[in-house]
């Protein structure tokens, strides 16, 4: 960057817009509390029976007979301390609840995410012209890629691979009945793995091969694509090396956004394959109404989702050469 | 498509013929018209009411008498499937209407208006960027229960923001065009300025996103059956799949058959949306010759 000044400033901008949106995602979650029906204090406890003492020391703690404003004032500042309350079901505090499921859903879209890009750019470049015959295979494939709903391509690939054929586990991130360590416990994980991530990267596959393909057919319909072909360059080097680059441009930044969006849509998958991770964890306590945990992975999930955003647009800026700040 | 093809030609009718083109746009209209027929025509051929219990042996594969087999309670997954196509597709076209109204409308006030209400209404947009749609659905039907209508409202909810992001940038950029300018100073009222001038011509996106939404909205609408937030009471495919998850392992019949149905409804959806944006939003370049 031949004057970063303007970038720091874009930076720093960016970053102070995020700071809002937190606070309103927060309020928003307050909102939601004292608008559902119902004694707002099972919202901060759970629905397990909860004595009379209990409710009453949550009542105090929230300020639940203050004036709402006081009630808000709590509650930010609670949550900014990361006292997102105590789930009744897991009897642990939220945070650490969700921080402990965390590392396998990472892993689960991690995973699906890399397959979904590498994939789906490749096959974007590679399909990228204008065949008559191939086009409309080449666009209902992609169409049903994403039609197709997430948790049901979770039941046809457990029914064929797990249950017909027995290759893959059907259930859960370890076997239970083995305890393995080391290399083996990595391929046991991977080998549960397999299914999941491929049924979680089919939508985003569908979605980026879309985008390369059209974002490639664009490229290559520009001046600099005739002066490559001009210079006697052959077709894999104009496609990969020259076009490739410039169509690739709105994927990688949108592997933020991805990421976010992956992470707040675990849910399906994760139910599908008993996952252990934050989506099951959404699961269970939408099951046990278990409201704290609910409240808290909304805020968490949002915040993620925020951050993801954040570092898109900020790589983008990074990245692309022609935008000014 | 030579121009001259369509010069002769009602704007209704070359519309049509451009459709008509796109072969897999035009198989997935028809394939919407035979959904529609049998949605309508359920009552009529449906050999079983949708909660019918025990007309055959619990767990039966497909066979002559029940050509998608039974659930476990002994219900026929056929008739179950016809009775759940209304709910699916009902849920789905009732949130893409709501959703599209609310959407026009305020996207119509932020790209007229301008300024800070405009600014307002963008930041709300973004706001719902960020909070995870699907999760937010879950837990307003979580907390406000799980019928059919609190269902339709949670998913017209979440997604009117898209619509108005964008019919608020088509605003932006017809509100500039020559013919605005010229009805101003013939002296129409902004009212009429917007209704005959500026939202015709922004109706092929509009008619192109709430296409696009109906198929998000049944997917949504099955995604929160599947996790058990389903209207009970009624038969929706998203349900079935739930009921179906605990005997996957012996009786793929149940969830194979409403997962298709979605399945179908949506990619026709979605390849209806693709010819119809084709034909009314043409791209200003296309590709007419590749070097490659």
């Not at chain 2, 922004?202 to 949504?220: D, E, P, R, W, Y």
């Amino acid at each position: 960057m031949s004057n970063s000044k303007p970038f720091t400033f874009y930076l720093v901008r960016r970053v102070l817009q995020f700071i809002p949106l937190i606070f309103w995602v927060i309020a928003i979650n307050f909102v939601i509390i004292h608008l559902a029906p119902g004694d707002p204090v099972q919202y901060l406890t759970g629905e397990l029976e909860a004595t009379v003492e209990f409710q009453e020391t949550m009542r105090k703690e929230f300020g639940l007979d203050k004036p709402l404003i006081t009630q808000l004032g709590i509650y930010f500042g609670k949550v900014l301390r990361g006292d997102f309350g105590y789930s009744i079901r897991y009897q642990e505090p939220v945070l650490r609840l969700i921080l402990s499921r965390l590392p396998a859903t990472f892993l689960l879209i991690g995973t699906a995410l890399l397959l979904a890009t590498t994939f789906g750019t490749f096959f974007g470049a590679f399909f990228a012209r204008r065949a008559t015959i191939g086009e409309n295979a080449v666009t209902l494939l992609s169409l049903a890629g994403y039609s197709m709903p997430i948790f049901f391509l979770g039941q046809l690939l457990l029914i064929v691979f797990s249950f017909k054929c027995g290759w893959f586990p059907a259930q859960g991130m370890m076997s239970l009945r083995v305890r393995e360590t080391g290399l083996w416990a990595m391929l046991d994980v991977l080998r549960h793995l397999v299914l999941p991530a491929i049924t979680y990267a089919t939508y985003h596959l569908a979605l980026i091969f879309r985008l390369t393909r059209s974002k490639m057919l664009e490229t290559l319909s520009q001046d600099f694509i005739i002066t490559a072909r001009a210079k006697g360059l052959d077709r894999r080097t104009i496609l990969f090396r020259h076009a490739l680059r410039n169509a690739i441009l709105p994927v990688v930044t949108l592997l933020g956004v991805n990421m976010g969006f992956m992470l707040a849509g675990s849910v399906l998958t994760e139910t599908v394959f008993a996952w252990p991770g934050m989506g099951r964890l959404m699961y269970e306590c939408i099951m046990a109404r278990d409201y704290p945990v609910l409240m808290g992975l909304f805020i968490f999930v949002s915040m993620m989702v925020a951050v993801g955003n954040l570092l898109s647009d900020i790589f983008y800026a990074l990245i692309d050469p022609r935008i000014t700040y | 498509m030579q121009p001259r093809d369509l010069v002769f030609y009602s704007p209704w009718r070359n519309f049509w013929r451009s459709y008509r083109a796109n072969h897999l746009a035009l198989i997935a209209l028809y394939v919407l018209a035979g959904l529609s027929m049998i949605v309508v025509l359920t009552p009529l051929i449906s050999p079983h009411g949708p909660h019918r219990v025990g007309v055959g042996e619990p767990f039966a594969s497909p066979s002559f008498e029940f050509i998608m087999g039974t659930d476990k309670l002994g219900r026929d997954v056929f008739s179950r499937v016809l009775w759940g196509a209304r709910v699916s597709l009902f849920v789905g076209f009732a949130a893409a209407t709501a959703s599209t109204f609310f959407g026009v409308i305020i996207g119509t006030i932020s790209g007229f208006l301008g300024g800070r209400v405009d600014d307002m209404l963008m930041r709300v947009t973004e706001l719902f960027q960020v909070i995870p749609r699907f999760f937010l659905a879950l837990l307003l039907v979580s907390l406000f229960g799980a019928n059919i209508w609190n269902i339709i409202i949670a998913i017209g909810i979440l997604s009117w923001p898209v619509t108005a992001r964008l019919v608020r940038s088509e605003f932006l950029s017809l509100k500039k065009r020559q013919f605005v300018d010229a009805a101003k100073m013939q002296g129409a009222s902004s009212v009429a300025i917007i209704l005959i001038e500026i939202l015709p011509n922004a109706s092929g996106v509009i008619i192109v996103n709430s296409t696009l939404m109906v198929a998000q909205a049944m997917l949504l609408e099955a995604g929160l059956s599947y996790l058990g937030m389903g209207d009970p009471s009624t038969v929706s495919w998203g349900l079935m799949l739930y009921q179906a998850q605990s005997s996957l392992m012996r009786a793929w019949w149940i969830a194979l058959f409403p997962g298709l149905g979605i399945f179908l409804s949506v990619l026709a959806l979605n390849l209806v949306g693709d010819g119809l944006n084709d034909v009314l939003n043409p791209r200003a370049q296309d590709v007419k010759e590749m070097v490659l």
